[in-house]
Each structure stands twice: as C-alpha cells, then as structure tokens.
C-alpha cells in the first residue's frame, strides 16, 4: 500500500507566501513523477507542477514565476514553495505521484487526500 501524506497549506494573504510537503511511503521501489494538482471549487483539477526523479519539471504557466517545486529523491518527498499568492490560487491541492510497486515492473498513480490553500485579498 502506498500514502502519500500531505502537510503545509492554510490561509494567507495577497501576496504572502506557503509551502506545501508531500510524502510517499509503503512498500514501492522507485518513485518516478511527484507533484501538485489543484481544484478550485466549479474547477477542473490541474497541473501545478510536477517533477521527475531526474530532475526536469513541468510547470503550469500561471504560476511559474510564482511557485518552485522541489524534490528530496532519497525521502521521497515533494514540495511546493508557493510565492507571490494571489486569490486565484485558493484550492484544494493535491499531492500526485507515478510510483512502482516492489512486486512488479510498472508505475501506478496515487493521490494524497488534499490540503486546502486559501488565499485573501
């Protein structure tokens, strides 16, 4: 079984600044794309950002020059630094990970239970 457990998030104001952390745990050999989803109330789910244990990111336009992911690969761990908030960032966010389990050779995706961010003007 594998979790990924949320911390960070809660309320801020215009133009403050939150993190988020997300780690994976269980039993899985690797963990390939870690990163952030969110969903605003009457909103799709979308990318925030994602990274891969190799380093590269993907990034949504609206907040990349905002928000910094990052990644501790040996604790698989993924944060999220998020700058620059602005009320349009108020949403569930969701941690999301592509992870290979011990007893096979393919990945399968999880979802954290969601932290809610809340952004004031």
């Known amino acids: 079984q594998v979790q990924l457990v949320e911390s960070g998030g809660g309320l801020a104001q215009a133009g403050g600044s939150l993190s988020l952390s997300c780690a994976a745990s269980?039993?899985?050999?690797?963990?390939?794309?870690m990163g952030w989803y969110r969903q605003a109330p009457g909103k799709q789910r979308e990318l925030v950002a994602s990274?891969?244990?190799?380093?590269?990111?993907n990034v949504a336009d609206s907040v990349e020059t905002r928000f910094t992911i990052s990644r501790d690969n040996a604790k698989n761990v993924v944060d999220l630094h998020m700058n620059s908030l602005k009320p349009e960032d108020t949403a569930l966010y969701y941690c999301?990970?592509?992870?290979?389990?011990?007893?096979?050779?393919?990945?399968?995706?999880?979802w954290g239970q969601g932290t809610q961010v809340t952004v004031s003007s």
């Open positions: 999301n990970a592509d992870v290979a389990l011990k007893n096979g050779p393919f990945t399968y995706n999880y």
């Open positions: 269980g039993a899985f050999s690797r963990v390939d794309n």
């Open positions: 990274i891969h244990s190799d380093g590269s990111t």
